[in-house]
């Protein structure tokens, strides 16, 4: 990889995204940056580079989509690097979300990733290499977050469709990192990310705690530098084999550990009945 690549970023207005999209064109990247809001976009990005093309994408619209990649393509010429970084979290219990609440956090957080992944692949593809990074998250690997359920379950998913996804366009020279952050110091926790249930349920007391927990304890003191965790992934972008999983943070990795241990533990303590389970 060399400066001469173009990155496509999403959800570059704040958060992992913008700091990003900062880090890369201060390397000498071209990026294209996309988001929801393009004056948002617009403002924080920087003024007067030739280099930063801040583009408007509604990740829903397949048509939206496919036009903010085709202008990529015309701009810049070429594409290289995908990072599916746009998403929001959702807190509240399984009971007491709505269908239309749960729905609505896959259709961000999975179904707009696919929209990306369909529209750009046929760019690297043909032309026999890229590298996609997806942004799921340390909660979809390590489900055990009272209230966080149905934000796990669409990380699950980012986790399972990347590891597929790797597996199928790796003939192409294609490769893919599901990256798993931990708590980083961004806007993730504030009002304007994270879905709060129309409808809660007074029964769960674990979920409201961890509710206030994330608000007011959590929320502006995460451990994680954002510009650091940034600079990894550029630097996985340049390695010639990039990781298929990629744990951001001391804390990622220590969830991840308690996670490996209760399935080895799992395993171990069922072994011999759940494999006696062949024909004789």
Wanted: glycine share 10%.
């Amino acid at each position: 990889m060399t400066t001469s690549n173009v990155w496509f970023v999403t959800g570059a207005s704040k958060g992992l995204g913008l700091t990003l999209v900062h880090e890369l064109l201060a390397r000498g990247y071209a990026v294209a940056a996309t988001s929801r809001n393009l004056t948002e976009l617009q403002q924080a990005g920087p003024l007067d580079n030739d280099r930063f093309l801040p583009l408007h994408m509604d990740l829903s619209q397949e048509a939206s989509v496919q036009q903010a990649l085709a202008t990529t393509i015309r701009t810049f010429g070429r594409l290289d690097v995908v990072v599916n970084n746009a998403g929001y979290g959702q807190v509240g219990a399984l009971e007491e979300l709505s269908d239309q609440e749960a729905r609505q956090n896959f259709e961000v957080n999975v179904f707009g990733l696919l929209h990306v992944l369909r529209a750009a692949t046929p760019y690297l593809r043909a032309q026999g290499s890229g590298r996609v990074f997806n942004i799921s998250s340390v909660g979809g690997f390590f489900g055990s977050f009272p209230g966080w359920g149905i934000y796990c379950a669409t990380k699950f998913a980012v986790d399972g469709l990347t590891e597929s996804y790797a597996a199928e366009v790796q003939p192409f020279g294609i490769q893919a990192t599901t990256v798993k952050p931990g708590y980083f110091r961004t806007g993730f926790l504030s009002a304007g990310s994270m879905g709060q249930p129309q409808a809660p349920i007074g029964a769960y007391q674990s979920v409201r705690d961890s509710q206030i927990l994330h608000a007011e304890q959590i929320n502006g003191n995460q451990p994680g530098d954002p510009a650091k965790a940034a600079a990894v992934l550029i630097q996985a972008s340049e390695a010639e084999t990039q990781p298929l999983h990629l744990f951001l943070g001391e804390d990622a990795y220590q969830m991840a550990a308690q996670k490996i241990a209760t399935v080895q533990r799992d395993m171990q303590q069922w072994q011999a009945l759940a494999t006696a389970t062949g024909f004789a």
